[in-house]
């Protein structure tokens, strides 16, 4: 027992936070192979890409949900959803806090980097605030879609739709128990109004949650936190106008619906694409221009230290204010009057190559072991990586080497390439320094 404790004790968090995931998958995934959480055997692959695609809250299936899972194995998906998204350290904090325990710095530091906070100061307290939060905002959500769906499906099938998909969609998971998603309901109010604010709260970040309710003023507020703000307002009206403007006339998506109903949908489909995967419309029928925009909005994904995926927002608005300000002439990256420090630059270039990188390596392997299209492969490696869960209607057909790259990509996605970096080589700081020297580019 002392020998293990010096073990876990020597992992780095990286390494910690790599192999807590790996053991509380392959426990999902033993669960659901068991007889009484399925209505037809499934195969081990089978299990273990379901395991995956819920606790890195992707949402990605190889077999049907409702089709092949019992409700005891819903309960499994919905349990490892949850502990994706609040995420498995935050659990056990909860756990040792409420058994009186002291939290070290070594724990502290691998819940900053689950939690993707710079500091490691307030960690304990973000966790707090963040299950007092999530829990609240999920048991709200749930009563109102209950009010929805218990007249439609009755006490025991409404109460269990709506307790599953609240915790699916404010996690940003897009695991649903229809067959077509949320099809269904392309034109519900209630629904759509529901289902996007879960993924918006969620898709924030709980800094910016716990930032806003602590300060309630847009002036006090923190930089990251007016950036998320507005930049997700901003992305959510472009890409809702053009998903309305590419598929307005095309009849196997936006076109057969009234206006009311395509408004409706656009609006949906704009919120979730970042990172939830729902889907209302079929997205294997969608144009090509559409299917381009998708793939941009599930790369770039929800923000820091949320239950969402992809290189994260504010990555990609750092990214954009430093080609601004290199085409401009600046030093410098400024926003809200604030400078960002060349080190924030830097992670923010490193988190998108390493991004990029893992996606061209995933979709290189997928082009050798699939036979498909190039652009269905493409969407299911980024969708995959973004932890969306969006598919063309490749998931279901893939081989089994490529469920095994699926799989990785998943976990790449969940964990962040930075962490994965952080596996395989340890961060330390020089200090000396070379000489200087220019080297042409461009």
Same mark, same amino acid.
């Given at each position: 027992?002392?020998?293990?404790?010096?073990?876990?004790?020597?992992?780095?968090?990286?390494?910690?936070?790599?192999?807590? /995931?790996?053991?509380?998958?392959?426990?999902?995934?033993?669960?659901?192979?068991?007889?009484?959480?399925?209505?037809?055997?499934? +195969?081990?692959?089978?299990?273990?890409? *379901?395991?995956?695609?819920?606790?890195?809250? #992707?949402?990605?299936?190889?077999?049907?949900?409702?089709?092949?899972?019992? @409700?005891?194995?819903?309960?499994?998906?919905?349990?490892?959803?949850?502990?994706? &998204?609040?995420?498995?350290?935050? $659990?056990?904090?909860?756990?040792?806090?409420?058994?009186?325990? @002291?939290?070290?710095?070594?724990?502290?530091?691998?819940?900053?980097?689950?939690?993707?906070?710079?500091?490691?100061?307030?960690?304990?307290?973000?966790?707090?605030?963040?299950?007092?939060?999530?829990? +609240?905002?999920?048991?709200?959500?749930?009563?109102?879609?209950?009010?929805?769906?218990?007249?439609?499906?009755?006490?025991?099938?409404?109460?269990?739709?709506?307790?599953?998909? =609240?915790?699916?969609?404010?996690?940003? =998971?897009?695991?649903?128990?229809?067959?077509?998603? !949320?099809?269904?309901?392309?034109?519900?109010? *209630?629904?759509?109004?529901?289902?996007?604010?879960?993924?918006?709260? &969620?898709?924030?970040?709980?800094?910016?949650?716990?930032?806003? $309710?602590?300060?309630?003023?847009? #002036?006090?507020?923190?930089?990251?936190?007016?950036?998320?703000?507005?930049?997700?307002?901003?992305?959510?009206?472009?890409?809702?106008?053009?998903?309305?403007?590419?598929?307005?006339?095309?009849?196997?998506?936006?076109?057969?619906?009234?206006?009311?109903?395509?408004?409706?949908? +656009?609006?949906?489909?704009?919120?979730?694409?970042?990172?939830?995967? /729902?889907?209302?419309?079929?997205?294997?029928?969608?144009?090509?221009?559409?299917?381009? !925009?998708?793939?941009?909005?599930? /790369?770039?994904?929800? &923000?820091?230290?949320?239950? &969402?995926?992809?290189?994260?927002? *504010?990555?990609?608005?750092?990214?954009?204010?430093?080609?601004?300000?290199?085409?401009?002439?600046?030093?410098?990256? $400024?926003?809200? %009057?604030?400078?960002? %420090?060349?080190?924030?630059?830097?992670?923010?270039?490193?988190? =998108?190559?390493?991004?990029?990188?893992?996606?061209?390596?995933?979709?290189?392997?997928?082009?050798?072991?699939?036979?498909?299209?190039?652009?269905?492969?493409?969407?299911?490696?980024?969708?995959?990586?973004?932890?969306?869960?969006?598919?063309?209607?490749?998931?279901?057909?893939?081989?089994?080497?490529?469920?095994?790259?699926?799989?990785?990509?998943?976990?790449?996605? @969940?964990?962040?390439?930075? #962490?994965?970096?952080?596996?395989?080589?340890?961060? +330390?700081?020089?200090?000396?320094?070379?000489?200087?020297?220019?080297?042409? #580019?461009?």
């Amino acid at each position: 027992m002392m020998i293990l404790r010096k073990k876990v004790l020597k992992l780095s968090p990286s390494q910690l936070l790599f192999y807590v /995931f790996g053991i509380f998958i392959l426990l999902g995934a033993i669960l659901l192979k068991l007889p009484f959480s399925v209505k037809e055997p499934i +195969s081990w692959l089978d299990a273990i890409f *379901t395991s995956t695609s819920a606790m890195t809250v #992707t949402g990605l299936g190889v077999v049907d949900t409702p089709g092949t899972f019992t @409700k005891i194995g819903q309960t499994i998906i919905v349990i490892l959803i949850q502990l994706g &998204g609040l995420g498995i350290m935050s $659990f056990a904090v909860l756990i040792f806090l409420m058994l009186g325990k @002291k939290i070290g710095i070594k724990q502290r530091i691998v819940i900053q980097q689950a939690l993707n906070q710079i500091n490691m100061g307030g960690v304990i307290k973000l966790v707090k605030y963040l299950f007092f939060f999530s829990l +609240s905002i999920e048991f709200i959500a749930m009563v109102i879609l209950a009010i929805r769906w218990v007249p439609q499906f009755g006490w025991k099938e409404g109460l269990f739709d709506s307790f599953f998909h =609240a915790i699916s969609a404010f996690n940003n =998971a897009g695991f649903a128990l229809w067959s077509d998603s !949320l099809m269904q309901f392309a034109g519900d109010p *209630t629904v759509n109004v529901v289902i996007t604010l879960l993924i918006i709260i &969620g898709g924030l970040g709980f800094t910016v949650l716990v930032d806003v $309710f602590k300060k309630r003023n847009w #002036t006090k507020l923190s930089l990251h936190s007016k950036i998320m703000i507005i930049s997700t307002l901003v992305v959510n009206i472009v890409s809702m106008f053009f998903i309305f403007l590419l598929e307005y006339g095309n009849p196997k998506t936006l076109g057969h619906l009234s206006l009311g109903d395509k408004i409706w949908t +656009s609006y949906f489909q704009s919120i979730t694409t970042r990172t939830a995967g /729902f889907n209302s419309i079929d997205i294997g029928s969608m144009n090509e221009s559409t299917v381009f !925009l998708f793939l941009i909005l599930m /790369f770039i994904g929800a &923000g820091s230290a949320s239950t &969402g995926g992809g290189i994260k927002l *504010t990555t990609f608005i750092v990214i954009g204010l430093t080609v601004i300000s290199f085409i401009r002439g600046k030093d410098d990256v $400024f926003i809200f %009057r604030r400078t960002l %420090r060349p080190s924030i630059v830097i992670k923010a270039l490193s988190i =998108a190559i390493t991004s990029i990188s893992i996606v061209v390596l995933a979709v290189f392997l997928l082009s050798i072991t699939e036979h498909a299209p190039f652009v269905k492969i493409l969407f299911e490696v980024v969708s995959a990586f973004g932890t969306v869960g969006l598919s063309m209607g490749l998931t279901g057909s893939l081989s089994f080497f490529g469920k095994i790259i699926i799989i990785i990509v998943m976990f790449a996605g @969940k964990l962040g390439p930075l #962490t994965l970096a952080y596996l395989i080589t340890k961060p +330390s700081k020089a200090n000396f320094k070379y000489p200087s020297e220019d080297v042409m #580019t461009g």
